[in-house]
DNA sequence: TCTCGACTGGAAGATTCGTTCCAACTATAG
DNA sequence: CTATAGTTGGAACGAATCTTCCAGTCGAGA
């Protein structure tokens, strides 16, 4: 949402600004109304640098000093503001990305408006427990996922693995799973048959079951003990994991809230670890 | 669209008015930008009337000079300005859900919002140009999303790869790309070095790279050819990767419908496969 | 360690802007 | 026709702002 005509510019001058110049640049392309109603000695408290560093930005930038910037911005943000009001009424989306972020926004807010607090607290509550081993078992479409949700849960606790691999190791791994061990299964509407067959031998073995899945008439949640659906609608050819990503994410901060104290030190840990070896850039 | 404060004073001072006054009114009522970004002045010459009497007016209604009829009117605009249609629906913030909720329904809105037209088309051209080999490269944060944007382009098309392993492997790929190949790269702030400097490398060989990040002064925009940035806030310890995961959609389903035969033919085949093992399952 | 260059922010100067004052103008009542 | 109250816009004043200049600071390289 910030203007594209600065956009465009601040992105094109991006190496050639210096550290100063740089922290206004970020203030200016994450808060433009500071800098279409605002003054030079705002934007400059803002971002933390003295006036004249706004003004030789503006400069950079190729505009005719702070004024022409300002004025850039005026005129993006008055041209957004004509549209917004007119497309409110107007909620049909005739363009692709606008079907697209309708499809999106539905996923997303359908997903965790069903999401019931108790349910959470209790897949949470598992997920967080200290002694068992989580596995992640996904279909195929929404592997991607899965990854993701045994990425962030290994970044606040030990013993997270996502169960892929050919047909045989899986079925290894399965047959190792123990009766305190928590089972978190992702699939949606044309399950996988190896996904649902899995998830059942395991349940058989007395592992706990999560489905997170399309329905509560889905195979998955009739053999889970506990079942957060996801709305899973797409203006593409494939569905839209958007929702699922969502409410992968509303788990992995309830983890993070229950294990704060154990996460946070390792969080801090591998922080230093990405300290010493320089791994990681902020800019 | 008048803004509401200024639009009820101006209401209630309606019959007090002096003609010139009114005029000016006029004016505020049908041109707020003018009000917000302009000076008394320029409100005086729109209405035909002095300065003086700009000022009157404000005075009138209430405000301390023109600097507090400007103030209201910047309020209000900046208000309608935010995506907030969404958030004024949701009825408070109080719970985990509820806050998670707004901010991924932000991410999302913001994301596919600064998408323009161009951008998407001149992406989704090189992911669907049929020679080329498509790389995906991407931080550790995001690699579930990048896996989930790489299975995906594997049901439409051939040749599309994750550039993950060890050091070397990666080193070993990037130094077999071919200029006519084409590099995705996803990585957020606290960029990780080893991502920054094999996109580097691979944008020297000759690569088509487009970055997908946080911000047009990311490392990453410095040397992509397209850049598209993605919000990525978040309730939780970790960034969200929602909006990106939305924008890998968008891409995904602008290749869809640019492959549609060959990808249709893909889909049946796969179909075909699945049949035939009877590895899907409706229900 | 020293030098040179780039970077940065404070301060003065120039300009613009908001406010106020007041003379000119208009309309209405006597 | 005249006088008075109300209205209006130009002009001056004071405040705030933008711009420019310059000395201090930091870091890289010799």
Chains 1, 2 share one sequence.
């Not at 190729?62 to 009001?85: I, W």
């Not at 061990?181 to 399950?191: A, E, G, M, N």
């Not at 889970?224 to 659906?229: E, F, G, M, N, S």
């Not at 154990?262 to 670890?273: M, P």
Request: proline share 3%; hydrophobic share 45%; glycine share 6%.
């Amino acid at each position: 949402m910030p203007p594209v005509e600065v956009a465009e510019r601040i992105g094109r001058a991006n190496t050639s600004l210096t550290p100063a110049e740089r922290r206004v640049a970020e203030v200016v392309l994450e808060r433009p109304q500071l800098v279409a109603f605002g003054t030079v000695a705002d934007l400059a408290e803002a971002a933390s640098s003295g006036a004249a560093t706004v003004v030789r930005l503006a400069g950079k930038l190729g505009y005719d000093g702070f004024t022409g910037l300002q004025a850039s911005v005026q005129h993006s943000l008055a041209s957004q503001l004509r549209p917004a009001a007119e497309r409110i009424r107007e909620p049909a989306a005739t363009d692709a990305i606008g079907r697209h972020l309708q499809f999106e926004l539905d996923n997303v807010s359908t997903t965790l408006r069903a999401l019931e607090a108790v349910a959470l607290a209790d897949v949470v509550a598992h997920l967080a427990a200290p002694k068992c081993r989580v596995h992640v078992l996904s279909g195929d479409a929404s592997n991607g996922v899965a990854r993701q949700m045994v990425g962030d849960l290994l970044a606040l606790r030990d013993d997270v693995h996502l169960l892929d691999g050919n047909d045989v190791a899986v079925r290894r791994k399965v047959s190792q799973l123990r009766s305190s061990d928590v089972l978190v299964t992702i699939d949606l509407r044309r399950y996988d048959r190896w996904v649902i067959e899995t998830a059942r031998s395991a349940r058989a073995g007395g592992v706990w079951c999560v489905a997170i899945t399309d329905s509560l008439l889905s195979p998955l949640a009739a053999l889970a003990d506990r079942t957060l659906t996801v709305a899973a609608a797409s203006g593409g050819p494939f569905d839209s994991h958007v929702g699922t990503l969502a409410l992968s994410n509303v788990l992995v901060a309830g983890v993070a809230d229950r294990l704060r104290l154990q996460a946070t030190d390792r969080l801090d840990r591998a922080e230093s670890a990405w300290q010493s070896t320089s791994s990681l850039m902020d800019r």
